[in-house]
Nanobody, 117 residues
Framework: QVQLVESGGGLVQAGGSLRLSCAAS????????MGWYRQAPGKQRELVAS???????NYADSVKGRFTISRDNAKNTVHLQMNSLKPEDTAEYFC???????????WGQGTQVTVSS
């Protein structure tokens, strides 16, 4: 059974930093893409950042220059360093892993990030 377990969320003041981590386990095959999505109350889930197994990254325009995604393929972990946080970054953050060639997608349970003004 594939599991993605997030950690690192919390409450921080605007301008502060948080680091989210996600540990994956149980997959027979490596994830082709891992990433982070977020969902604020009343809004759709949106991509924050993703990283391929080869290291190619993709960021939402709203977080470029502030967030950095990194991945350790050997440890099956993905991290999101979030700097210069804004109140609009407040959301539930979900770790995502995909085995694209198999059409498989997996999600973590989510971790809350709250940025106070």
């Amino acid at each position: 059974q594939v599991q993605l377990v997030e950690s690192g969320g919390g409450l921080v003041q605007a301008g502060g930093s948080l680091r989210l981590s996600c540990a994956a386990s149980g997959s027979t095959f490596p994830f082709t893409v891992m990433g982070w999505y977020r969902q604020a109350p009343g809004k759709q889930r949106e991509l924050v950042a993703s990283v391929s197994s080869g290291g190619a990254t993709n960021y939402a325009d709203s977080v470029k220059g502030r967030f950095t995604i990194s991945r350790d393929n050997a440890k099956n972990t993905v991290h999101l360093q979030m700097n210069s946080l804004k109140p609009e970054d407040t959301a539930e953050y979900f770790c995502h892993g995909a085995i694209s060639w198999a059409g498989r997608n997996y999600w973590g349970q989510g971790t809350q990030v709250t940025v106070s003004s």
